[in-house]
């Protein structure tokens, strides 16, 4: 399975853009780049996914490289609502799937 | 829409017992997977169904299983049951096929003494 590299931690003020960045140099041509985020005390939350082009909806921007090498989540506005563990996840969509979650990146958003 | 409710929330067995735990996706989702997650090893992939067929397994001992139903409930049962096998078993649904948009429920927190 291609593996993902993320920040362990950032930080970021409320109110303010939020670029969280994924490393994933194996990726290969099939695989679907996704993102999730888990609260605290909270099952994980799907936040949006892509394959090539980058991707908008109500939560978040994804940009992905040209190569398809990196990806970045983009929070448009942070919130106190997104401090999170943010997860960035490849999946090879065949005959079945799996989410393999990582260590992901722990989200702070102060005030 | 109603979410992806997990029965029970919380439970507490001793080891060596065995115990079920239940799953009911989303309305028409027909796409169903289990996640367990602890504080050492996070979150890991156990099983996923699709149309009462297990597609994906996770690399777990053969003492956790699962099965799909016919209207897409899931459940999963731990035999034999460890003090490590005490965590939070995570539920998700998807609609799609590919498993793109997986929403899970709340989990069950199973605590094994």
């Known amino acids: 399975d291609a593996k993902t590299t993320q920040p362990n931690s950032m930080e970021s003020n409320e109110e303010e853009p939020v670029h969280l960045p994924c490393n994933h140099s194996?990726?290969?041509?099939?695989?679907?780049i996704h993102w999730y985020r888990q609260l605290p005390s909270q099952g994980p939350e799907y936040v949006i996914h892509g394959l090539t082009s980058n991707v908008n909806n109500r939560m978040a921007s994804l940009a992905i490289a040209e190569d398809r090498k990196s990806s970045t989540l983009i929070l448009h506005r942070a919130t106190l609502r997104d401090a999170a563990v943010y997860y960035c996840?490849?999946?090879?969509?065949?005959?079945?799937?799996?989410?393999?979650f990582g260590k992901g990146t722990s989200l702070l958003v102060t005030p | 829409k109603a979410g992806v409710t997990q029965t029970p929330r919380y439970l507490i067995k001793t080891r060596g017992q065995q115990v079920t735990l239940s799953c009911s996706p989303i309305?028409?989702?027909?796409?169903v997977s289990w996640y367990q997650q602890t504080p050492g090893q996070g979150l890991q992939f156990l099983f996923e169904y699709f149309s009462e067929t297990q597609r994906n397994k996770g690399n777990f001992p053969g003492r956790f299983s699962g099965r799909q139903f016919s209207n897409s409930r899931s459940e999963m049962n731990v035999s034999t049951l460890e003090l490590g096998d005490s965590a939070l078993y995570l539920c998700?649904?998807?609609?799609?096929?590919?498993?793109?948009?997986?929403?899970f429920g709340p989990g069950t927190r199973l605590t094994v003494t």
């Open positions: 996840i490849l999946i090879y969509s065949n005959s079945g799937y799996a989410l393999n």
């Open positions: 194996t990726i290969s041509g099939t695989d679907y």
């Open positions: 309305s028409g989702h027909r796409s």
């Open positions: 998700a649904s998807s609609l799609e096929k590919t498993g793109h948009e997986q929403y």
